[in-house]
């Protein structure tokens, strides 16, 4: 069965501290990693799509990056302005047109 | 361009009322998709629509109908709304092989 876990489930961070967070995932076949970062109270918004192992892309003071098993969503010196929920997902070769999401990790960054 | 729109934005019902929430795209994309978002449960897909005059049933289709009204129209029904319903309710939109883009959620309870 296709599965996609996220950790932490919740992480602090104080203004500057660098960290990352994980989303491991269990594919018959992957077509597509995908994040997305979620405000409170508004729809998922779509930051990045990986697709083959090694890959990397970069926004501002986030960067993902994509292994055959996880990917990481690296976040640099963040600020108070990206504490949000991020989501990961995938698309798999068995439901091509479909998303499979995570539960996805909070993030609260203090001044 | 207004991208996914969805209303209502908030609603309560009582159990057995019926309500149809809907949701419309200007990116001429495909497909179509709903979800339903619950603490701790993640997105979880409840119809989806791959292209005009189609549709198929997600991880959890029971107690709703949809109907594809057109290539920018895509309807959920309630037709007994039940207090299991209570939860909020994402509409999406891709051009099939790449991310989706969400709506701003409606804020469903039942009481």
């Given amino acids: 069965e296709d599965q996609v876990t996220q950790s932490p489930e919740a992480l602090r961070l104080q203004e500057g501290e660098s960290s990352s967070l994980n989303c491991s995932y269990t594919v018959s ?40 098993k996880e990917s990481f969503l690296h976040i640099t010196a963040p600020k108070p302005e990206d504490s949000a929920t991020y989501l990961c997902a995938v698309r798999t ?9 995570g539960q996805g990790t909070t993030l609260q960054v203090k001044p | 361009n207004a991208g996914v729109t969805q209303t209502p934005k908030f609603q309560v019902l009582k159990t057995g009322q019926s309500m149809t929430l809907q949701c419309a795209q200007d990116m001429n994309h495909n497909s179509m998709y709903w ?17 005009e005059g189609t549709t198929d049933k997600g991880e959890v289709p029971n107690g709703y109908n949809v109907s594809r ?29 790449g991310e989706q883009f969400f709506g701003p959620g409606t804020r469903l309870t039942v009481l």
Avoid: H
């Fill in chain 1, 93 to 101: 070769s068995s439901n091509t047109g479909k998303l499979i999401f």
């Fill in chain 2, 69 to 97: 009204l057109n290539k920018r129209e895509f309807s959920l029904r309630l037709e007994s709304a039940a207090p299991s319903q209570t939860s909020v309710y994402f509409c999406a939109s891709s051009d099939g092989n």
């Fill in chain 1, 29 to 68: 076949g992957l077509r597509g990693l995908f994040w997305y970062r979620q405000d409170p109270g508004k729809g998922p918004e779509f930051l990045f799509t990986l697709y083959s192992a090694g890959e990397e892309k970069e926004k501002e003071r986030l960067k993902a990056t994509l292994t055959k």
């Fill in chain 2, 35 to 51: 979800y339903r978002q619950d603490p701790g449960m993640g997105l979880r897909l409840i119809y989806y629509s791959a292209s």
